[in-house]
């Protein structure tokens, strides 16, 4: 019996990631959306064709998702579709706004269909600047302020919403910074390797004390598929990030060190809002259902610059 699976946002990061291990199963058949705003097609899978297709549509049009789903009839969705990157979302706070009616569409379109799950891409940015650290996903008060992260609160009580009253299913997934070799170079990993790999200048807004956590790609991923496969996480939230804290500057000097560059770091003025000082997970659900150790900061990067795709991306 096939699972027939939709992923919004698959020609992103976090998605096309964990599409290419969904499709490493024969009984899964994954249908791909993005409106290849900010996603890309070279992010797709290279194997596997008979398991997966791509669909081009804009989640917040309601008549353009509604005729995939109604035409596919899905067992579960994971919704990542979004306006993403801290910049990016500034600059276009009405499309941020627009991503509700997404959340709206996926959410009544499954309510109404075959679906069992919605897994839903929220992320560590409705925490705000934090009160306590470090963020755990039910005592620490969400303090959003950003156009980016009052949507994704929203979104995350639409789910409960959905669940409360039509009894839909969900998971909350809160991504911390997500990085591996599909990520864009509007996000900092990737920003400062590819300019650092060609000898350019890394350049930090304000004096680099803000402090991140990291984490690889394949530890997201493998957590959300785990929360799939093993029916975790049902009808609740989990925080999905390295707990190890980083300031910006030390990652812009880790990245010079492990790739040997000759790049000067360079210090711009403070972003006006959006760039919180501080972030850093209560991740003991996502470090029990991984049931390994995170992959360090040092290894991530080291593998992310030895991926032929992210070599490819940045044009070495």
């Known amino acids: 019996m096939q699972t027939k699976i939709l992923v919004t946002g698959g020609a992103g990061n976090v998605g096309s ?9 024969p009984y899964n058949h994954v249908t791909i959306v993005d409106d290849l705003s900010t996603g890309y097609l070279s992010k797709l899978p290279q194997k596997h064709h008979d398991r997966w297709h791509f669909i081009k549509c804009n989640v917040n049009d309601l008549q353009d998702i509604g005729q995939v789903m109604i035409a596919h009839k899905f067992d579960y969705v994971f919704h990542f579709a979004a306006v993403v990157g801290v910049q990016r979302t500034q600059d276009n706070p009405v499309s941020v706004l627009k991503d509700i009616e997404g959340i709206k569409n996926i959410l009544n379109l499954s309510k109404n269909s075959a679906v069992k799950r919605v897994f839903f891409s929220s992320s560590s940015e409705v925490y705000g600047e934090p009160v306590v650290l470090p963020q755990h996903e039910h005592t620490t008060p969400l303090n959003s302020r950003v156009p980016y992260a009052v949507v994704k609160n929203v979104g995350e009580s639409f789910c409960k919403s959905y669940h409360q009253e039509y009894n839909l299913d969900y998971t909350i997934f809160r991504f911390f910074n997500t990085y591996g070799p599909n990520q864009s170079t509007d996000f900092v990993v990737a920003r400062f390797l590819a300019v650092a790999l060609k000898g350019e200048n890394i350049t930090i807004y304000g004096d680099g004390s803000q402090t991140r956590t990291f984490t690889y790609v394949d530890d997201t991923v493998t957590t959300c598929l785990n929360c799939f496969y093993e029916n975790k996480i049902v009808n609740d939230v989990i925080n999905i990030g390295n707990d190890k ?11 010079v060190s492990v790739t040997n560059s000759k790049s000067k770091i360079v210090h711009l003025p403070p972003l006006k809002d959006g760039d919180m000082t501080r972030r850093q997970p209560d991740n003991e659900k996502m470090r029990e259902i991984l049931g390994r150790e995170l992959i360090t900061l040092d290894a991530g990067i080291k593998m992310m610059i030895n991926d032929d795709r992210f070599k490819k ?4």
């Open 17 to 25: 990631a964990l599409i290419e291990k969904l499709i490493e199963n």
């Open 313 to 316: 991306a940045i044009g070495l």
């Open 245 to 255: 804290l980083f300031t910006i500057l030390e990652l812009a000097k880790l990245v």
